[in-house]
C-alpha cells in the first residue's frame, strides 16, 4: 500500500524557519510531480508549491522568496523549506503526489502535520 508520511511541522516564532518533509512508501513505479498544499481554519485547501519529477517548481504568491520545495527522487522524498514564517502560514500542512503504483496511476494525501507561527 503506498501511503506518504509528513514530519517537521510544529510552532515557531514569527520571521523563524521549519522544514517539512514528504516520503512515500510501498510499491510503487513511479513518482510524478510532488506538491505541498495548506489549509487554515475556516478556509480550502490551497496549493502552496508544488515541483515536478523533471524538477520544475511552481509557488503560490504569498510564499515565493520564502519557501522552497524541493525533491530527492531516490529518496522518494519532497521537502518544504520554509523560512521568514509569517502567523499567517499558520495552518495543516499536507503533502500531495501522483504516483503509479499497482493500483493504477493515482493522488495520494499525507496526513497532515500542523504549523503554527506566533507572532
Known amino acids: 500500500q503506498v501511503q506518504l508520511v509528513e514530519s517537521g511541522g510544529g510552532l515557531v516564532q514569527s520571521g523563524g524557519s521549519l522544514r517539512l518533509s514528504c516520503a512515500a512508501s510501498g510499491s510503487m513505479f513511479s513518482i510524478g510531480t510532488m506538491g505541498w498544499y495548506c489549509q487554515a481554519p475556516g478556509k480550502e485547501r490551497e496549493l502552496v508549491a508544488r515541483?515536478?519529477?523533471?524538477?520544475?517548481?511552481t509557488y503560490a504568491d504569498s510564499v515565493k522568496g520564502r519557501f522552497f520545495i524541493s525533491r530527492d527522487n531516490a529518496k522518494k522524498t519532497t521537502y518544504l523549506q520554509m523560512t521568514s514564517l509569517k502567523p499567517e502560514d499558520t495552518a495543516v500542512y499536507y503533502c500531495n503526489a501522483d504516483i503509479v503504483s499497482r493500483w493504477g496511476d493515482r493522488d495520494y494525501w499525507g496526513q497532515g502535520t500542523q504549523v503554527t507561527v506566533s507572532s
Open positions: 515541483v515536478t519529477s523533471g524538477g520544475s517548481t
